[in-house]
């Protein structure tokens, strides 16, 4: 279990998926920027693994919905991806933003005092060497910092690699579904939280969830229906794109 008690928890309410949701090129440090414009000092990001090993922010396998460039990111060296458009896709205005690295993001959310939630995003097939890689990383660059980063994953295996690979940094197990054995899968995985599609969170499914000594995390909640729901619900986290919507404060 993470050195970070399940009685504390200090990461805010809102969170800006993907740095500012829609209104800047997704995974980006001006996606960042522009969610610390809106006021929200906690952002969700994606990382994964370059072809020879360097953590970097994308969600996608391949690169073409999000980059100027073509095929399986993960299969291309950094300075090959250190050359892509990672914002024309989006609007002119960000043209020629490049991908950031984790340690870009890092360095930036430290500089700015904002915390950070790291889905590990692997490509298929790299999930063991994902989740080591992106729990190392992280243990370095927030070494002696006061609130580390939250790693999530889909991903099982990518978890229980960052658990071997850098145990006190705290976890949590994204769900779409509430499969059988969830919330034991969470608690042998060392989770101090689970993050569901908003929709699957009840009071029942909430209270299991407080019940163990987890926090219980939404994604990506963009109405205020549910928002309002999930804050009657009493639940500890809401992942938004909408950051010009809900204030985080």
């Known amino acids: ?5 399940s009685t504390t928890w200090p990461y805010p309410r809102w969170i800006a998926h993907r740095g500012a949701g829609r209104l ?5 440090l001006a996606a960042f ?3 610390a414009q809106h006021g ?3 952002f969700e990001c994606d990382a994964k693994l370059s072809g020879d090993g360097v953590v970097f922010l994308m969600h996608d396998a391949t690169l073409e919905r999000t980059t100027s460039g073509h095929g399986i990111g993960g299969e291309r ?9 990672a914002g024309g896709w989006h609007s002119r205005q960000y043209a020629g933003e490049p991908l950031p690295t984790l340690a870009n993001v890092a360095h930036w959310c430290i500089a700015n005092g904002c915390h950070l939630n790291i889905e590990i995003k692997p490509t298929p097939g790299t999930e063991l060497e994902t989740g080591r890689a992106v729990a190392q990383l992280a243990a370095r660059l927030w070494q002696g910092r006061d609130v580390p980063p939250l790693l999530t994953s ?3 295996q990518a978890l229980a690699a960052a658990r071997e690979a850098a145990p006190d940094l705290p976890r949590g197990l994204l769900l779409d579904q509430l499969r059988a054995g969830w919330l034991d899968e969470a608690r042998t995985l060392g989770c101090l939280a689970v993050v569901c599609n908003h929709a699957l969170w009840s009071a029942a499914t909430v209270a299991e969830v407080h019940g163990a000594g987890l926090r219980a995390l939404s994604y990506t ?3 205020e229906w549910a928002a309002e729901r999930l804050i009657a619900l009493r639940t500890d986290g809401i992942i938004t794109d909408r950051v010009d919507l809900f204030p985080p404060a």
């Open 33 to 35: 920027r522009l969610g």
């Open 154 to 156: 889909f991903k099982p």
């Open 40 to 42: 929200y000092r906690m």
């Open 1 to 5: 279990m993470s050195t970070l008690a």
């Open 24 to 28: 800047a090129p997704e995974n980006t």
């Open 221 to 223: 909640v963009n109405d």
């Open 77 to 85: 060296p950094w300075s090959d991806l250190a050359q892509l458009d």
